[in-house]
């Protein structure tokens, strides 16, 4: 199963990894891996043994997953050891901010450990340009992730996989198969270029009562070794399921009909009245915003905060659909994801007549 992810992201045969409870786990994975190459000894000795004195700074987009925050936590950096880099207004991560914020650090004396890339950002589904923040990695010789939580299955489509260009060059890999592979949860898995020895460094122990005896292959694929988790559940029987009964051309069919109805939402919110789109449609998140051209006077942008929040209660009150709100450059949006396979277009058009309807009740009702 491993080795199908492996190759599905381009990774060669040297690749391997483990599979994860889901992306928070798979980041933490990452991360930890990154942080031990900071130093000689930093996995037996700790930080302040080795490099003392200085701080070690990832960085990410300031659209990245929470699971980056704890991670850094964790792993006994410091929540503020995690550079939010600014998004342009598209929300992908900004190169020159980056470059900025690189050069910046290692003046004042902090040291750069690794860069993380988006593919698939929680609020928006955009892809961070993979290439140019792996050539950044190079450049200063640091750690590239690739949060590919959610994005990782455009590498099923043809059509789609160009998004992901640059995700083969990342040192590690998160997918969730829970997430765009339609797997039940909990199901994710972290991917290593070097292979399954990079996570053995940074996990491998042996107990007296799991000592070698058995030795040779098997210990291979003690994944206890390659990980936080002891006792684990059997993840990976239902990807595997799940990828013998679709297959690749079966995700890609499912993937790239999702993306459509994503671009055919986006086209009817451009349509209709007192609503605008936000941001672009890259994978099968659309994000939008009611947008009446009058609202409540005083503070306006508060007002139409609150009306995104409204509208989303109504539209869940109506047990019709769900949609998620969430914030982008600090103001409210409505949030769709299309994330069932059986959502067909006709779910899109009462979708539409839904917020026409219930956008229009609210408006009423405030008197707008
Ligand atoms: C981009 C991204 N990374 C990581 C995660 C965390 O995944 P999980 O909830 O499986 O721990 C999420 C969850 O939404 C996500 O969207």
Redesign the pocket.
Known sequence: MLRWLCDLIGYDGESFGTMT?????A?LIALKCARDRAGDGVRDHGLSATVFGTNLIVYASDQC?Y?LDKSVDILGLGRQSLRKVPSDDRFHIRIDALREMIEHDRARGDTPLCITG?A???STGIVDPLDELAEVARQYQLWFHV?A??GGALAFSEKHRARLRGIERADSV?I?P??WMFVPF?C?AVLMRGGGRILRDAFDITPEYLSEERGGEDVAFDFFRYGQLGTRRFNALKVWMAMKHLGVRGYARIIERQIELAHYFAARIDELENFERVGEVETAVCCFRFAPREVKRGDEDAARDSLQKALQQRIEQSGEAWLATTVLHGRRVLRLNINSFLTERRHIDDLVELLRREGGHLMEEQKV
Do not use: L
């Not at 409870?21 to 786990?25: D, N, V």
């Open positions: 409870s889901g992306g928070s786990e980041n997953h699971s988006a698939g950002a929680t949060d939580a959610y998160t969730d829970h997430k909990a994710g």
